[in-house]
Protein backbone atom coordinates (compact mmCIF):
# COMPACT_ATOMS: atom_id res chain seq x y z
CA UNK A 1 0.00 0.00 0.00
CA UNK A 2 1.10 3.60 -0.58
CA UNK A 3 2.27 6.12 2.55
CA UNK A 4 1.58 8.56 0.24
CA UNK A 5 -0.47 10.12 -2.84
CA UNK A 6 -0.45 13.08 -3.96
CA UNK A 7 -3.26 13.91 -7.11
CA UNK A 8 -3.17 16.69 -9.40
CA UNK A 9 -1.93 18.61 -6.56
CA UNK A 10 -1.52 22.82 -7.85
CA UNK A 11 -0.69 25.95 -5.51
CA UNK A 12 -1.37 29.18 -6.03
CA UNK A 13 0.01 31.86 -3.37
CA UNK A 14 -1.44 34.78 -2.24
CA UNK A 15 0.16 37.20 -4.42
CA UNK A 16 -0.38 35.10 -7.48
CA UNK A 17 2.68 32.91 -7.81
CA UNK A 18 1.72 29.43 -9.04
CA UNK A 19 4.38 27.22 -7.24
CA UNK A 20 2.84 24.07 -8.29
CA UNK A 21 1.55 23.29 -11.52
CA UNK A 22 -0.52 19.84 -11.13
CA UNK A 23 1.84 17.54 -9.12
CA UNK A 24 0.97 13.83 -9.49
CA UNK A 25 3.33 11.30 -6.83
CA UNK A 26 2.88 8.19 -5.03
CA UNK A 27 5.27 6.62 -2.35
CA UNK A 28 4.83 3.49 -1.49
CA UNK A 29 5.30 2.65 1.95
CA UNK A 30 8.58 1.50 3.47
CA UNK A 31 10.36 3.92 0.97
CA UNK A 32 13.03 6.04 1.66
CA UNK A 33 12.12 8.30 -0.69
CA UNK A 34 13.85 11.71 -2.23
CA UNK A 35 12.12 14.93 -3.85
CA UNK A 36 15.01 16.85 -5.43
CA UNK A 37 15.34 19.92 -7.13
CA UNK A 38 16.45 23.56 -7.49
CA UNK A 39 15.70 26.47 -5.05
CA UNK A 40 12.09 27.70 -5.41
CA UNK A 41 10.97 24.27 -7.59
CA UNK A 42 8.46 23.93 -4.90
CA UNK A 43 9.74 21.00 -2.94
CA UNK A 44 9.34 23.24 0.62
CA UNK A 45 5.39 24.09 -0.89
CA UNK A 46 4.32 20.02 -1.92
CA UNK A 47 5.87 18.53 1.79
CA UNK A 48 4.12 21.77 3.33
CA UNK A 49 0.69 21.24 1.63
CA UNK A 50 0.96 17.35 3.01
CA UNK A 51 1.86 18.30 6.56
CA UNK A 52 -1.63 20.70 6.11
CA UNK A 53 1.13 23.79 7.03
CA UNK A 54 0.07 25.25 3.70
CA UNK A 55 -3.55 25.39 2.44
CA UNK A 56 -3.76 23.86 -0.90
CA UNK A 57 -5.32 25.69 -4.03
CA UNK A 58 -6.59 21.84 -5.91
CA UNK A 59 -5.91 18.60 -5.39
CA UNK A 60 -6.11 15.42 -3.11
CA UNK A 61 -3.70 14.21 -0.88
CA UNK A 62 -3.54 10.65 1.03
CA UNK A 63 -1.68 10.04 3.67
CA UNK A 64 -1.33 6.02 4.38
CA UNK A 65 -4.75 5.92 2.71
CA UNK A 66 -6.47 8.57 4.27
CA UNK A 67 -7.98 11.64 2.50
CA UNK A 68 -6.58 14.67 4.68
CA UNK A 69 -9.35 17.19 3.74
CA UNK A 70 -11.88 13.95 5.08
CA UNK A 71 -10.09 13.09 8.32
CA UNK A 72 -6.65 14.91 8.85
CA UNK A 73 -6.78 14.11 12.16
CA UNK A 74 -6.41 10.15 11.81
CA UNK A 75 -3.83 10.81 8.89
CA UNK A 76 -1.55 13.48 11.44
CA UNK A 77 -1.37 10.77 13.76
CA UNK A 78 0.15 8.57 10.78
CA UNK A 79 2.61 11.83 9.95
CA UNK A 80 6.02 12.89 11.20
CA UNK A 81 7.24 16.07 10.55
CA UNK A 82 10.23 18.13 10.29
CA UNK A 83 10.53 21.43 8.49
CA UNK A 84 13.06 23.81 7.72
CA UNK A 85 12.35 26.48 9.96
CA UNK A 86 12.97 25.94 13.87
CA UNK A 87 9.62 26.15 15.15
CA UNK A 88 9.80 24.93 19.01
CA UNK A 89 9.56 27.20 21.87
CA UNK A 90 13.17 28.10 22.59
CA UNK A 91 12.93 28.51 26.26
CA UNK A 92 11.62 25.43 26.70
CA UNK A 93 13.91 22.27 27.52
CA UNK A 94 15.11 19.60 25.19
CA UNK A 95 13.35 16.43 27.61
CA UNK A 96 10.42 18.37 27.74
CA UNK A 97 10.11 19.52 24.09
CA UNK A 98 9.56 15.88 23.13
CA UNK A 99 7.72 14.88 26.25
CA UNK A 100 5.33 17.80 25.52
CA UNK A 101 4.83 16.71 22.11
CA UNK A 102 3.96 12.88 23.30
CA UNK A 103 1.14 14.77 25.30
CA UNK A 104 -0.27 16.26 22.24
CA UNK A 105 -0.81 12.73 21.08
CA UNK A 106 -2.64 11.25 23.77
CA UNK A 107 -0.20 9.34 25.24
CA UNK A 108 0.50 8.58 28.95
CA UNK A 109 3.29 10.19 30.79
CA UNK A 110 5.37 7.17 31.12
CA UNK A 111 5.33 6.69 27.83
CA UNK A 112 6.25 10.07 26.64
CA UNK A 113 9.06 10.44 28.56
CA UNK A 114 10.38 6.85 27.45
CA UNK A 115 10.19 7.53 23.80
CA UNK A 116 11.68 10.90 24.28
CA UNK A 117 14.20 9.38 25.82
CA UNK A 118 15.10 6.63 23.19
CA UNK A 119 14.86 9.08 20.69
CA UNK A 120 17.38 11.62 22.29
CA UNK A 121 19.49 8.97 23.05
CA UNK A 122 19.44 7.77 19.58
CA UNK A 123 20.20 10.94 18.24
CA UNK A 124 22.88 12.19 20.53
CA UNK A 125 20.72 14.70 22.68
CA UNK A 126 20.54 13.05 25.76
CA UNK A 127 22.94 15.23 27.74
CA UNK A 128 20.98 18.28 26.49
CA UNK A 129 17.81 17.41 27.96
CA UNK A 130 17.84 19.58 30.57
CA UNK A 131 18.94 22.59 28.83
CA UNK A 132 16.95 25.49 26.87
CA UNK A 133 16.90 24.48 23.20
CA UNK A 134 17.78 28.08 22.55
CA UNK A 135 20.78 26.67 23.66
CA UNK A 136 21.78 24.21 21.08
CA UNK A 137 23.75 24.16 17.94
CA UNK A 138 21.83 24.33 14.83
CA UNK A 139 22.37 20.30 14.25
CA UNK A 140 21.64 19.97 17.77
CA UNK A 141 18.35 21.83 17.00
CA UNK A 142 17.54 19.88 13.79
CA UNK A 143 18.26 16.62 15.67
CA UNK A 144 15.59 17.60 17.86
CA UNK A 145 13.23 18.82 16.02
CA UNK A 146 13.63 15.02 14.64
CA UNK A 147 13.39 13.23 17.94
CA UNK A 148 10.07 15.28 18.25
CA UNK A 149 8.80 14.17 15.15
CA UNK A 150 9.49 10.72 16.21
CA UNK A 151 7.70 10.54 19.30
CA UNK A 152 3.87 9.32 18.27
CA UNK A 153 6.33 6.54 15.71
CA UNK A 154 4.57 7.99 12.79
CA UNK A 155 4.45 5.58 9.96
CA UNK A 156 5.09 8.45 7.12
CA UNK A 157 8.51 10.54 8.48
CA UNK A 158 8.69 13.89 6.84
CA UNK A 159 12.39 15.67 6.67
CA UNK A 160 12.57 18.74 4.54
CA UNK A 161 16.47 19.12 4.75
CA UNK A 162 17.41 17.50 7.38
CA UNK A 163 21.11 18.13 7.55
CA UNK A 164 21.23 21.48 6.03
CA UNK A 165 24.27 23.56 7.44
CA UNK A 166 25.61 20.03 9.38
CA UNK A 167 28.95 19.40 8.95
CA UNK A 168 30.06 15.77 7.27
CA UNK A 169 30.90 14.00 10.11
CA UNK A 170 27.42 14.72 11.52
CA UNK A 171 25.67 14.20 8.55
CA UNK A 172 27.01 10.85 8.56
CA UNK A 173 25.92 9.85 11.72
CA UNK A 174 21.89 11.87 10.62
CA UNK A 175 22.19 8.79 7.60
CA UNK A 176 22.59 6.01 9.37
CA UNK A 177 19.98 7.19 12.01
CA UNK A 178 17.54 7.69 9.74
CA UNK A 179 18.64 4.41 7.56
CA UNK A 180 18.10 2.37 11.05
CA UNK A 181 14.69 4.52 11.15
CA UNK A 182 13.64 2.94 7.35
CA UNK A 183 14.52 -0.16 8.56
CA UNK A 184 12.90 -0.73 11.35
CA UNK A 185 9.62 -0.12 8.77
CA UNK A 186 9.36 3.93 8.74
CA UNK A 187 8.83 5.58 5.27
CA UNK A 188 10.60 8.47 4.90
CA UNK A 189 10.30 11.52 2.41
CA UNK A 190 12.98 13.96 2.15
CA UNK A 191 14.33 16.97 0.11
CA UNK A 192 17.95 17.38 0.13
CA UNK A 193 20.45 19.87 -1.73
CA UNK A 194 22.75 17.32 -1.91
CA UNK A 195 22.89 14.35 -4.35
CA UNK A 196 25.44 12.30 -2.39
CA UNK A 197 22.88 12.39 0.46
CA UNK A 198 19.96 11.22 -2.08
CA UNK A 199 22.23 9.03 -3.53
CA UNK A 200 23.53 7.25 -0.43
CA UNK A 201 20.11 6.99 1.43
CA UNK A 202 16.93 7.01 -1.29
CA UNK A 203 15.56 4.11 -3.09
CA UNK A 204 13.42 6.12 -5.27
CA UNK A 205 13.35 9.79 -6.56
CA UNK A 206 11.67 12.54 -7.73
CA UNK A 207 12.90 15.94 -9.31
CA UNK A 208 10.70 19.14 -9.17
CA UNK A 209 11.44 21.81 -11.08
CA UNK A 210 9.28 25.32 -11.90
CA UNK A 211 6.25 23.40 -9.81
CA UNK A 212 6.29 20.24 -11.87
CA UNK A 213 7.59 17.19 -11.71
CA UNK A 214 9.89 16.58 -14.31
CA UNK A 215 11.23 12.91 -13.73
CA UNK A 216 10.01 10.22 -11.44
CA UNK A 217 12.53 6.57 -10.99
CA UNK A 218 14.18 4.57 -8.94
CA UNK A 219 17.67 6.32 -7.94
CA UNK A 220 19.30 3.45 -9.87
CA UNK A 221 17.84 4.37 -12.87
CA UNK A 222 18.66 7.59 -12.55
CA UNK A 223 22.47 6.99 -11.52
CA UNK A 224 22.42 4.79 -14.81
CA UNK A 225 21.19 7.98 -16.82
CA UNK A 226 23.56 10.88 -15.41
P1 LIG B 1 -1.24 30.54 2.06
O1 LIG B 1 -1.75 30.71 0.68
O2 LIG B 1 -0.69 29.18 2.33
O3 LIG B 1 -2.22 31.01 3.12
P2 LIG B 1 0.08 33.05 1.81
O4 LIG B 1 0.09 33.20 0.33
O5 LIG B 1 -0.99 33.76 2.58
O6 LIG B 1 0.05 31.51 2.18
O7 LIG B 1 1.52 33.52 2.33
C1 LIG B 1 1.96 33.27 3.64
C2 LIG B 1 3.00 34.32 4.00
O8 LIG B 1 4.24 34.14 3.28
C3 LIG B 1 2.52 35.70 3.68
O9 LIG B 1 2.69 36.50 4.81
C4 LIG B 1 3.40 36.15 2.55
O10 LIG B 1 3.68 37.53 2.66
C5 LIG B 1 4.69 35.40 2.76
N1 LIG B 1 5.45 35.31 1.48
C6 LIG B 1 5.17 36.00 0.37
N2 LIG B 1 6.01 35.72 -0.63
C7 LIG B 1 6.87 34.81 -0.16
C8 LIG B 1 7.97 34.08 -0.72
N3 LIG B 1 8.37 34.26 -1.98
N4 LIG B 1 8.60 33.18 0.05
C9 LIG B 1 8.18 32.98 1.31
N5 LIG B 1 7.16 33.64 1.90
C10 LIG B 1 6.50 34.54 1.18
P1 LIG C 1 11.80 24.87 -2.59
O1 LIG C 1 11.43 24.25 -1.28
O2 LIG C 1 11.87 23.90 -3.71
O3 LIG C 1 13.03 25.73 -2.49
P2 LIG C 1 9.41 26.44 -2.17
O4 LIG C 1 8.29 25.47 -2.16
O5 LIG C 1 9.89 26.98 -0.87
O6 LIG C 1 10.62 25.86 -3.03
O7 LIG C 1 8.97 27.67 -3.04
C1 LIG C 1 8.44 27.52 -4.35
C2 LIG C 1 8.17 28.90 -4.94
O8 LIG C 1 7.08 29.51 -4.27
C3 LIG C 1 9.34 29.86 -4.79
O9 LIG C 1 9.40 30.65 -5.96
C4 LIG C 1 8.96 30.70 -3.59
O10 LIG C 1 9.54 31.99 -3.66
C5 LIG C 1 7.46 30.77 -3.71
N1 LIG C 1 6.79 30.95 -2.42
C6 LIG C 1 6.98 30.20 -1.31
N2 LIG C 1 6.17 30.61 -0.32
C7 LIG C 1 5.45 31.65 -0.83
C8 LIG C 1 4.45 32.49 -0.30
N3 LIG C 1 4.00 32.35 0.96
N4 LIG C 1 3.95 33.44 -1.11
C9 LIG C 1 4.38 33.57 -2.38
N5 LIG C 1 5.32 32.80 -2.95
C10 LIG C 1 5.85 31.84 -2.17
Redesign the pocket.
Known sequence: SQALVIRHLS?T???G?QALQGIDLTVEEGDFFALLGPNGAGKSTTL?IVSSL??KTEGQIEVCGIDIDKDFATAKRQLGVVPQEFNFNQFEKVLDIVVTQGGFYGMPLAQARSRAEHYLKALGLWDKRHQASRMLSGGMKRRLMIARALVHQPKLLILDEPTAGVDIELRRSMWDFMREINAQGTTIILTTHYLEEAESLCRNIAIIDQGKIIKNSSMKSLLQEL
Open positions: KYANFGIN
